[in-house]
């Protein structure tokens, strides 16, 4: 960036805090409750299905199982009453399996597809027919099973085996076991995982609402914390004892604003030692290269007193500072005001400087009114009796500079030097009291608005050569 800064470059286009913010129109507590309940559902959702998916294949099997037993039964039972085509003894060991919980029935046909004995009485003698829709048919060895649906409704698993006799086959004894007590089964769990569903639900929305609180709490904080920040109250300070990382977050949010608090009342002791815009340009561009040192053209102001050894000699140390004190007050007001900066007091003298660090091509005109002005106030103000403000001279020169930041590592200072800020200090010397002396350069920038008399070339320390000067005695209004 150039070191002539504009003034634009300074101000910096600021969004109001609420504009700023992205307010949620959900509450966390709520946001945290549905995310977990949701989680909760999808879990046990899963876990479910994996859960009674595998019982009631468990139970299936346990009913294959079952069924298989009571099929061994009474093949090893009938091959005898087959051969003797014993209907009765049939009959007597079919009965057997009425008592049997969970069997629906059971049945043998004999090789000529005639029922031979049957746990319905009424079925004994009749042909056995052949089901057709069935389902999930399989054959493990000789054991034949499938699943169907019978006339009242109801889910039955049969399961057939051959009886056979010295290799030859005799008929097939069928059992038909019922499978509603798995869907009973599976129901029940199902009840049972929907109650405990329901509590775990319950349980998480509470859990949830306790943690959102939790969570709201020192989140509100915070943002009551950054608003008061916002409004400038840098002593604000957040209340959080918890050992977690909120209680980190409040411990660095008091650091953060006691580190803003110190930089505040830096910037605003600084601002009473330089320029208010110097004050902002090292706050909005720290590591610019204009605070290195550059060669700039401006206008250099001298003021002192005529005569403050003799004035100072005779008064008390508090009454002089405060004299003092009035008159570096005024010249500061009209230097700012004017658009310069005070660059130093210098025992009883003030310099400043305009043009510099914010450029302004009419740096002359601006600090030739800036003197004329800070005259006519001193001479008003000396009437009330602060004599030194009537004696006061004042010397400006315009000229090539080199402005920047001069000084150490411990302590730094932004300033003007070159042979331009030593002439206007050397024509200070030639005014007197209420005169504003300006240099040939000068002279030069402002002719159409001034009114001067000349002075006799002067021969000026450091210079071979005379200097011309004026006496302002005049200057045209804006």
Request: glycine content about 8%; overall charge negative.
């Given at each position: 960036m150039s070191p002539e800064l504009k003034e634009s470059h300074i101000l910096q286009k600021k969004l109001p805090f609420k504009d700023r913010l992205s307010y949620s129109h959900m509450p966390i507590r709520v946001k945290l409750a549905i995310a977990i309940t949701l989680i909760i559902l999808l879990t046990i959702i899963i876990l479910s299905y994996i859960v009674l998916t595998k019982q009631k294949e468990s139970l299936y099997q346990h009913t294959v199982k079952t069924g298989k037993t009571s099929l061994n039964y009474f093949v090893n039972n009938a091959r005898h009453p087959l051969v003797k085509e014993s209907i009765l003894e049939l009959n007597t060991l079919i009965n057997e399996a009425a008592s049997v919980e969970g069997i629906l029935y059971a049945l043998i046909v004999d090789r000529k597809g005639v029922i031979k004995a049957h746990t319905d009485i009424a079925m004994v003698g009749k042909p056995y027919q052949l089901l057709e829709k069935i389902d999930n048919y399989s054959t493990e060895d000789d054991v034949t099973y499938f699943n169907y649906t019978n006339s009242a409704g109801s889910k039955v698993i049969n399961l057939s085996r051959p009886v056979a006799f010295k290799n030859v086959e005799l008929g097939i004894v069928h059992v038909g076991i019922s499978l509603d007590f798995i869907e009973k089964q599976i129901r029940k769990e199902s009840v049972f995982i929907l109650v405990l569903s329901l509590f775990m639900v319950v349980l998480g929305i509470v859990s949830a609402v306790l943690i959102g609180v939790q969570f709201a709490r020192p989140i509100s904080k915070l943002v009551m914390a950054t608003k008061e920040i916002g409004k400038g109250n840098l002593q604000y300070r957040l209340e959080m004892t918890s050992r977690d990382e909120?209680?980190?977050?409040?411990?660095?949010?008091?650091?953060?604003?006691?580190?803003?608090?110190?930089?505040?009342?830096?910037?605003?002791?600084?601002?009473?030692?330089?320029?208010?815009?110097?004050?902002?340009?090292?706050?909005?561009?720290?590591?610019?290269?204009?605070?290195?040192?550059?060669?700039?053209?401006?206008?250099?102001?001298?003021?002192?007193?005529?005569?403050?050894?003799?004035?100072?000699?005779?008064?008390?140390?508090?009454?002089?500072?405060?004299?003092?004190?009035?008159?570096?007050?005024?010249?500061?007001?009209?230097?700012?005001?004017?658009?310069?900066?005070?660059?130093?007091?210098?025992?009883?003298?003030?310099?400043?400087?305009f043009g510099v660090p914010i450029f302004r091509a009419d740096h002359a005109e601006r600090a030739v009114r800036a003197a004329?002005?800070?005259?006519?106030?001193?001479?008003?103000?000396?009437?009330n009796g602060n004599k030194i403000l009537t004696e006061i001279g004042i010397g400006i020169n315009s000229g090539i500079i080199v402005s920047g930041n001069l000084g150490s590592d411990i302590k730094m200072e932004y300033t003007v030097i070159g042979d331009s800020v030593n002439v206007a200090s050397r024509l200070n010397s030639l005014a007197g009291s209420g005169e504003v002396i300006i240099s040939r350069s000068v002279y030069e920038l402002t002719r159409a608005i001034v009114t001067v008399e000349p002075i006799a070339p002067q021969k000026l320390k450091g210079k071979s050569e005379l200097v011309e000067s004026f006496k302002v005695t005049g200057i045209s209004s804006l």
């Open positions: 909120f209680g980190d977050l409040s411990n660095a949010f008091n650091f953060m604003t006691q580190e803003l608090w110190k930089n505040s009342i830096m910037q605003k002791s600084f601002g009473r030692y330089v320029s208010p815009e110097v004050v902002d340009m090292i706050m909005a561009h720290p590591e610019e290269s204009w605070l290195k040192g550059q060669r700039s053209e401006a206008t250099i102001i001298f003021s002192d007193i005529r005569g403050f050894t003799a004035y100072s000699e005779g008064r008390e140390p508090e009454e002089v500072v405060e004299a003092l004190n009035e008159y570096f007050r005024i010249a500061t007001e009209f230097i700012l005001e004017y658009g310069g900066y005070v660059d130093k007091f210098i025992g009883d003298a003030v310099m400043g400087v004329l002005a800070m005259q006519n106030k001193f001479i008003t103000a000396g009437k």
